[in-house]
């Protein structure tokens, strides 16, 4: 698994932004797959998360109703789709794949690899 997130930038409130996060591997179809996000000086937290197939998903509850988490197996690829953005969703996202056989998880220490991280900035 070789995990690299894409997709972040500068955008202003209410804007939306497109994630993606490619495993070059080739293995991202066995994982449940995670997005996490940190700001400096504060643990990373968990975003968002899908299963294998992709039938189930979860949400912190902040972002509920505003950010949606896809995958494309066929392509390798993880995304999540971010709306309706605030000043307070700015941080390093981060795409994970959890550990082999493991469901939905929020845990950090359920996921096993982890992409480089992208910024995403969102101004008032």
């Known amino acids: 698994v070789q995990l690299q997130a894409s997709g972040g930038g500068l955008v202003q409130t209410g804007d939306s932004l497109r994630l993606s996060c490619v495993d070059s591997?080739?293995?991202?179809?066995?994982?449940?797959m995670g997005w996490f996000r940190q700001i400096p000086g504060k643990e990373r937290e968990f975003v968002a998360a899908?299963?294998?197939?992709?039938?189930?998903?979860y949400y912190t509850d902040s972002v509920k109703g505003r950010f949606s988490v896809s995958r494309d197996n066929a392509k390798n690829t993880v995304y999540l789709q971010m709306n309706s953005l605030k000043p307070e969703d700015t941080a390093v996202y981060y795409c994970?794949?959890?550990?082999?056989?493991?469901?939905?998880?929020?845990?950090?220490?359920?996921?096993?690899?982890w992409g480089q991280g992208t910024q995403v900035t969102v101004s008032s």
């Open positions: 994970a794949s959890a550990s082999y056989g493991l469901g939905l998880t929020t845990a950090i220490s359920g996921y096993a690899y």
């Open positions: 591997g080739r293995a991202l179809g066995r994982f449940s």
């Open positions: 899908i299963t294998r197939s992709g039938e189930r998903t």
